[in-house]
């Protein structure tokens, strides 16, 4: 089944969602700006698009995801101040 739901970041939200595949569960946190997604997430696609991008990775849930960091980003993001290790938290503030 698929979960979504909106979170506060400041006075804008985030909308996230996670939908469970075969084996992983695909995850998703879309903001005005640009998104963050788990490993699926295909960073040359990103960038022939100009996307803000970011990648995470060894998450399994919403929560995992809002406590990791940056694994790699596209170029639109790091033009936005967005850096590998970068705590997602303050990623969403700019995506948002």
Aim: include cysteine; proline fraction near 3%; charged fraction near 20%.
């Amino acid at each position: 089944m698929i979960q979504h739901r909106k979170i506060k970041v400041g006075k804008k939200s985030i909308e996230t969602f996670l939908i469970p595949l075969l084996g992983k569960n695909f995850i998703l946190l879309k903001g005005a700006r640009g998104y963050i997604m788990c490993g699926y997430l295909n960073l040359n696609a990103a960038r022939k698009f100009r996307e803000v991008a970011v990648k995470i990775t060894g998450v399994k849930t919403i929560a995992e995801a809002l406590k990791t960091s940056v694994h790699s980003c596209s170029p639109a993001a790091a033009k936005l101040g967005i850096v590998k290790g970068q705590p997602i938290t303050a990623v969403l503030k700019i995506i948002a």
